[in-house]
């Protein structure tokens, strides 16, 4: 009897590493390829985070091309406007056009986040985006090749470069083709090839307002972390909505050794901090993208050893 109530003890001590046990004392106990999923969905949502901001910021400065590349030649800075507060409330990321002899091309738009531009959401830039535009936007000749040097969203760092190219029949549509590093905030390396569509929905007009801005984004993605490689299939395409810190719609798939391990739901389009996980065996769970961490709780502990108490085994089955 002694050993049994030891043995009780010992499980109930242990939980997943990667949940977020504030809200509960009952931890889950799953096998391997739970606590891969786990692990994985909490990489992936601080990855595509920081990437959809990379990205966006690529896009915005690129769209606006024109009027920057004016008030530089008047020596007016970006982010006199009031318009421009809605996003960059107290600081702009320092803003350099710099011009070819060939009508202006090609061209380099340099943009210096510091350490530390504050976002009107709360999120903090830092780090270097240079985008070099080969020609003008009508040529056949156009596009955009960018370098990331330790761009960081909050603690999550990527460095690497992208191709954009532009939709020649359709404008609102954008291919990047990206290589990037990504640094986690425990200072995990991870490497990513992507290839992504972006389709401006509302906003491309305004190249001043940020606010009514909304895009959706597919593609396809492998990551290797550890030594391990995985796949990223953009199911449902995720969106990206005004200042929302989040992703609000989407769905996400991780595949690892040909097996989907991970469903990432980023829900319905509304503006707030929660996804859902489902993993391989089908037990859904909620993660926090803000902390980008997983909720522990008594019921997907039930639903992954059949009752609130230890069934035995080592969890794999």
Request: glycine share 8%; aromatic share 8%.
């Amino acid at each position: 009897m002694k050993n049994i109530i030891r043995l009780t003890f010992l499980v109930l001590t242990l939980g997943l590493f990667s949940c977020n046990n504030e809200n509960t004392e009952v931890p889950i106990i799953s096998g391997e390829i739970s606590e891969k999923s786990a692990e994985l969905a909490e990489t992936e949502v601080q990855m595509e985070a920081t990437t959809a901001e990379a990205e966006y910021e690529v896009e915005f400065f690129a769209n606006a091309e024109v009027i920057l590349t004016q008030w530089w030649r008047i020596g007016q800075k970006f982010g006199w406007r009031n318009s421009h507060k809605a996003r960059y409330p107290k600081q702009c990321p320092d803003v350099t056009v710099e011009e070819g002899e060939d009508n202006g091309y090609p061209k380099t738009i340099t943009l210096n986040y510091g350490d530390s531009t504050v976002l009107n959401n709360g999120q903090v830039l830092s780090g270097l985006i240079v985008i070099d535009i080969s020609a003008h936007r009508s040529s056949q000749d156009y596009i955009r090749t960018v370098t990331y040097t330790d761009f960081c969203r909050d603690s999550v760092c990527l460095t690497g470069t992208s191709s954009v190219e532009v939709d020649r029949v359709d404008e609102m549509f954008r291919k990047f083709t990206s290589s990037l590093t990504f640094t986690l905030p425990d200072g995990t390396v991870v490497t990513r090839d992507s290839e992504r569509i972006w389709q401006w929905i509302a906003g491309m007009e305004t190249e001043e307002d940020q606010t009514d801005d909304v895009v959706t984004i597919s593609g396809n993605e492998v990551g290797e972390m550890n030594g391990e490689t995985w796949q990223k299939r953009i199911a449902t395409p995720l969106k990206r909505a005004g200042g929302c810190k989040y992703i609000v719609e989407g769905i996400v798939e991780i595949t690892l050794d040909g097996v989907l391990i991970s469903s990432i739901d980023y829900g319905n389009g509304d503006c707030n901090n929660v996804a859902t996980v489902t993993d391989a065996e089908g037990v859904v769970s909620e993660i926090d993208l803000t902390k980008n961490k997983m909720k522990c709780n008594k019921e997907s502990y039930k639903n992954q050893n059949g009752s609130s108490g230890y069934q035995g085994g080592n969890g794999n089955g």
